[in-house]
């Protein structure tokens, strides 16, 4: 959905933003600002601003900053778009009815979703739900953590659901949603999922938009059943647990992949809180978007000990290496599930487990070349063989180039030939956009006010992205948040929600989308100069910010009386001077230019 800049806008302006803030963090006025402990970081002192006027908060001690999209995108977790939408039905801004003309199916599916997900639960706490209530005892699941976790059933009975939703003038929505079923040989409609432990499946900010359902004390039918995609639910942007997992994920900075709905539930209940698991078998560029956004900088792999759990972590590695992410393996014993060992082990087993980790590529050369360099060509070119799945997945650039120089100083092969055994299949051409122009004969619709150039280092930054979307990663100081133009928001929330360079540019205003395709040709080369330019960029923007910021103080406190008669205001502007210089040292030190001597990599001045 491409949502005109001006209704961004629109909406930024017409938010509260002290009274969006206040729902989630305790804020005291201080003059004409508002302070608080920061949500995104631990801290005993307040250091997280609210300053209404400009419609913008700002932490000194992580750095947090932005508006109020960027708030609830961070703390939520929420894409930008979603973000957007959010915000605006608050503030009773239109812009789906005419933009998003599946908005009112999303509506529908929301609605209905809700209340199949309130009818589960009451069910599983009454005489129906005795069956599953017995499972999940034999499973160590207390009735406080299937509380936490909204577990439902759904009874034997055939239209328990469906008879309720058709009560209710919704059971179109539900077969919308997967929940009910028309009759092939009468009138009416069944229920989808019956004799099923019912798990439902949350958006990051807790809302229900699917269910996994477990079969209980019935013979017919497969073990688990999901509900099927809809324009609510995309399974390869979604991770069961998020929404229980998002604030220790943050603190942590780490999170744990498992691959059952069971398995989560049961790390959480022993105290292992920054669990979450697939809702399908394959990890997606979708996941690990939505693990960044959460502020995961690391992932460990949490598997069974078995050959399926060696299995899964091949099958888990071509993403995760194409997109550099940190991951280290963790393997249970021998028969163990992740469930069951937390069950047995409690939290301290976990923890042990986790912190004897290896790094995703330790794993996986000493699985499938236990012996490295000694080992007999047959053997190395059987593991060549299972590596080049993983490594096909990986572009060229500076990740694959540190890929293949592990790889060949664990197998002492040379690394150009391992580029030609390694090198992946290329890519299929894309297909002809089908998009037609308008008819001549349509109404023309009202012109929006224009949209202003975008600032050249924010422009660059975005054409970075977009030419290498897993440079995001590198943005430690969340220069990200500095963006000030709207328009190149939305490009970037649509280029790295895996939509790709070229959606991302269709939908961009003329403006925008000359400026992008202008910063793209000059673009140093993909890999290290890419990369170095990224940085310096980063390094420019917040510099920037902090410059502006000390800017500001200077001229408040100009007129500043004696030091023994400042007031709080003045007071208070001046510690933020020192920690804004303090910032400013850290940004130089860590966001270092190039070595002298080698050539600089283009970049806006």
Not at 335 to 343: E, I, W, Y
Not at 347 to 367: I, K, N
Request: include cysteine; charge should be neutral; charged fraction near 25%.
């Amino acid at each position: 959905m491409n949502i005109p800049e001006h209704k961004i806008e629109e909406i930024i302006d017409r938010v509260d933003l002290v009274g969006l803030i206040s729902r989630y963090v305790e804020l005291k006025k201080s003059g004409r600002e508002y302070k608080g402990r920061c949500p995104f970081h631990q801290e005993k002192t307040p250091s997280f601003y609210v300053i209404p006027e400009k419609r913008f908060y700002f932490c000194h001690g992580c750095r947090a900053s932005g508006d109020a999209v960027s708030f609830v995108q961070r703390y939520l977790g929420k894409p930008f778009i979603e973000a957007v939408k959010d915000l605006a039905r608050e503030v009773g801004v239109d812009i789906e009815a005419a933009q998003d003309p599946t908005a009112r199916e999303r509506q529908q599916l929301k609605e209905v979703t809700d209340l199949a997900a309130e009818h589960f639960r009451a069910l599983l706490w009454q005489d129906e739900g005795r069956a599953a209530r017995a499972y999940l005892a034999t499973r160590g699941v207390s009735e406080e953590t299937a509380q936490a976790f909204g577990l439902g059933w759904a009874a034997q009975s055939w239209s328990l659901l469906a008879d309720k939703l058709t009560r209710a003038g919704m059971v179109e929505w539900g077969v919308k949603a997967g929940l009910a079923q028309r009759r092939q040989n009468a009138d009416g409609y069944y229920d989808f999922f019956r004799s099923r432990l019912m798990v439902p499946i949350r958006a990051p900010e807790g809302r229900p938009i699917a269910f996994g359902g477990r079969l209980v004390g019935a013979e017919e039918g497969p073990k688990y059943l999901n509900s099927k995609e809809s324009r609510l639910y995309n399974k390869s942007e979604t991770l069961y647990g998020m929404d229980q997992a998002r604030d220790e994920i943050r603190r942590r900075k780490s999170a744990i992949l498992v691959e059952g709905y069971f398995d989560c539930i049961g790390l959480h209940q022993v105290g292992v809180r920054h669990a979450v698991a697939l809702c399908s078998t394959a990890l997606t560029p979708g996941h690990l978007q939505l693990l960044h956004r959460g502020e995961a900088r690391e992932l460990v792999l949490l598997l069974d000990g078995d050959q399926a759990g060696l299995n899964a972590v091949e099958r888990l590695a071509g993403p995760l290496l194409a997109a550099g992410a940190s991951t280290r393996v963790a393997l249970l014993p021998q028969g163990d599930d992740p469930d069951t060992f937390a069950r047995r082990e409690g939290m301290e087993g976990v923890e042990r487990l986790l912190q004897g980790a290896q790094p995703l590529t330790a794993h996986l050369f000493s699985s499938v070349l236990p012996e490295g360099g000694r080992a007999s060509f047959e053997e190395k070119m059987a593991a060549i063989e299972r590596l080049r799945p993983m490594a096909a997945q990986i572009p060229m650039g500076l990740v694959r180039s540190a890929f293949l120089n592990a790889v060949g100083a664990h197998f002492s092969l040379p690394v150009g030939d391992l580029e030609g055994a390694l090198r992946p299949k290329a890519p299929p051409k894309p297909a002809p956009s089908s998009a037609q122009p308008p008819s001549p004969s349509a109404p023309a619709a009202p012109r929006p006010p224009p949209v202003r150039p975008p600032d050249a280092l924010e422009t660059f930054y975005v054409a970075a992205t977009l030419r290498e979307p897993r440079l995001v990663a590198r943005d430690t100081f969340r220069a990200c948040d500095e963006l000030s133009h709207t328009g190149l928001r939305m490009v970037l929330a649509h280029a790295t929600s895996g939509q790709g360079a070229e959606d991302a540019l269709f939908e961009a205003p003329e403006v925008v989308k000359r400026a992008l395709e202008g910063a793209l040709r000059q673009l140093p080369e993909a890999g290290a100069p890419l990369e170095q330019a990224f940085l310096a960029v980063c390094r420019k923007l917040m510099l920037r910010r902090i410059d502006e910021q000390l800017g500001y103080i200077e001229k408040a406190t100009k007129q500043a009386p004696g030091a023994y008669d400042l007031t709080e205001e003045t007071r208070r502007l001046l510690a933020e001077r020192i920690e804004l210089l303090a910032l400013k040292k850290r940004v130089l030190d860590e966001l270092r230019p190039a070595p002298t001597g080698t050539k600089a990599p283009m970049q806006p001045v």
